[in-house]
């Protein structure tokens, strides 16, 4: 029974139970959907998945514009009756799954094995094969809505929409334009992306930590703040885009008057299914013998009921024709091609979104591999285009030290000579800032005159700075007690960050009683060993908010309190 079975689906005559958008001939040959509707609302999924490329998006759209799905019922007493139903992500799915849609008679795509079958439930099991283990497959043998290219390329989109590690995943909100398509040029993992505040705004950095992830233990291979990457990436696609700004303005005006053209299809044949369904109920009342008022009465509802939902229909038709007309005036064109001929304008509009600019970047780029050199500012980015072009460059990251800087060395000798002739800090930190060396942290600002002592000092320029024990007499730290710069100096870290680390209370602190009020902090062994380990974090890795959170992140405490651990 299996091999006559597999040889008639092998000549392609095996029935199977048919997708919405089909029907099954009494001759057995399958078709079109007879009705104009159902028709034109699959074609219309097809094409805003190819427009929007996400299946929650297509959802979206459905739902926004009152658009529902034509079933035919398969069993019961109303067996092959069309009905409307809301559209939902399992039907959508399942219908970019199907390659029925694309004119493939396909059998086998799902097996059974029986060693996932569980007892006493015969529906589990099921495996989903790909298309090289398909027992059958006949192309061109149904009539299609798509091209085999276009379905194939639509599974390839769902595919590197999921959330996986070697997958970009879909485009999101947040701020980081590259998400999805970064790669660490040392291990050639991809990175992640973690956000952090700074200043009010959300900020993302972009981080290869896999084997922390994976395992749990080991280094971040590297880290870097992604505003650097992204404006990087950003100034080369945006010259990519500029010599087809003319063809990008009149595809934009093409592309909002064929939506606007399927949306007024689908409107106008709601509307004369309305009215068809008007005129049935007009015809049966009429036809109905008037003495019988227990039929007519009925006939009369369901009438009145047609001309109600007419009305309601034509009433939002009519709105929706307000707010978006049939065609483009004069004025709406020339807004779109003086826009489309402005592409960085457009691309710094506080219309563009970052789901639109992510968009725009990954339809141009494939991925994006990012390289520190060393511990220093310089980040190497390769961008792998679209059709296998590449394109390097250099760009600079923030760090955390200036003896990070690789022009440090440069900086320290110009410093040796200024002081040298007489300059005092404040004024080589202006000559250093006109002859063009910048700071660890912004391109714009310059180093500062407390740096430049720093160096002077380092040098044997200025006297060594008055150690916190030989200061003013006051409460001296006690066991397991710290200065503030003599712990950072033990972690290694800025003396800043710790500082920070105390307003948000990840270590135990507290004031001298008396002038100055310097800072006594407390790690003994362990504490020490969870700063060192907290130190390792990527930034942000304590302070974002996870989506698991129910409460924010516990704020700063006031700096006259003592702070409380939080390790």
């Known amino acids: 029974m299996w091999s006559g079975r597999l040889n008639k689906a092998r000549r392609g005559e095996l029935a199977f139970p048919l997708p919405s958008g089909y029907v099954r001939r009494p001759s057995g040959e399958v078709a079109f959907d007879p009705d104009e509707q159902v028709q034109t609302v699959i074609r219309l999924i097809f094409t805003q998945f190819e427009r929007l490329g996400t299946l929650h998006a297509v959802l979206r759209y459905l739902v926004d514009h009152d658009i529902q799905l034509g079933i035919r019922l398969r069993e019961g007493p109303d067996k092959g009756t069309l009905e409307w139903r809301r559209p939902n992500r399992m039907t959508l799915q399942t219908l970019l799954h199907n390659p029925a849609y694309a004119g493939i008679y396909a059998y086998g795509r799902r097996r059974v094995e029986h060693r996932r079958q569980q007892p006493g439930r015969p529906s589990t099991g099921r495996v989903v094969r790909g298309e090289d283990e398909w027992l059958v497959f006949i192309p061109d043998a149904l009539p299609a809505y798509i091209t085999v290219e276009q379905y194939r390329a639509n599974l390839a989109r769902l595919q590197a929409n999921a959330a996986r590690a070697e997958t970009p995943g879909a485009v999101r909100s947040g701020p980081a334009l590259l998400a999805g398509l970064v790669r660490c040029g040392r291990c050639g993992k991809r990175m992640t992306v973690r956000y952090h505040q700074q200043a009010g705004s959300t900020r993302p950095d972009y981080v290869c930590a896999r084997q922390m992830t994976d395992y749990g233990a080991g280094e971040r291979c590297q880290a870097l703040n992604g505003a650097c990457v992204d404006a990087f990436v950003t100034a080369h696609v945006l010259a990519a885009l500029a010599p087809a700004s003319l063809q990008v303005s009149l595809r ?170 007489g300059h005092r800090a404040e004024a080589i930190a202006r000559r250093l800032h006109a002859e063009g060396f910048r700071p660890a942290r912004g391109r714009g600002n310059r180093i500062s005159a407390s740096a430049v002592k720093e160096i002077l000092r380092e040098l044997g320029c200025l006297p060594p700075a008055r150690s916190r024990s030989a200061a003013a007499p006051g409460e001296e730290p006690g066991r397991d007690e710290w200065w503030l710069e003599d712990l950072a100096a033990e972690l290694d870290m800025p003396a800043v960050t710790l500082y920070s680390w105390i307003y948000r209370g990840w270590v135990n602190a507290r004031k001298e009683s008396r002038r100055p009020y310097r800072w006594i902090l407390h790690a003994g062994p362990t504490e020490l060993a969870e700063l060192r380990k907290r130190r390792t974090r990527p930034p942000g890795w304590y302070t974002r908010r996870r989506w698991t959170d129910t409460e924010p992140p516990i704020p700063a405490q006031d700096g006259d309190q003592t702070a409380s651990s939080h390790l």
């Not at 509307?271 to 009429?286: G, N, T």
């Not at 007519?296 to 038709?317: F, G, I």
């Not at 020339?334 to 979104?353: H, M, N, Q, V, Y």
């Not at 968009?359 to 059709?387: C, F, M, N």
């Open 252 to 421: 934009a005006a093409e592309q909002v008057l064929a939506e606007r053209a399927e949306l007024e299809k689908v409107w106008s044949q709601r509307l004369e299914r309305a009215a068809l369904s008007v005129d049935r109920a007009r015809r049966c009342y009429r036809l109905a013998e008037p003495e019988n008022r227990l039929v007519v009465r009925q006939l009369e509802k369901d009438w009145e009921q047609a001309l109600a939902t007419q009305q309601t229909l034509q009433e939002e038709y009519d709105r929706f024709t307000l707010t978006r007309p049939r065609t483009l005036t004069a004025a709406e064109q020339r807004a779109i091609t003086e826009l489309a001929g402005d592409i960085a304008g457009l691309w710094s509009a506080p219309t563009t979104t970052a789901a639109d600019r992510k968009e725009i970047i990954r339809a141009l780029v494939e991925q994006v591999t990012v390289t520190v050199l060393g511990t220093s500012e310089r980040v190497t980015v390769t961008i792998t285009w679209a059709g296998g072009r590449t394109t390097t460059g250099e760009t600079a990251r923030p760090v955390a030290l200036l003896q990070q800087l690789s022009y440090f060395p440069q900086i320290k000798e110009r410093v040796r000579e200024l002081a040298g002739q």
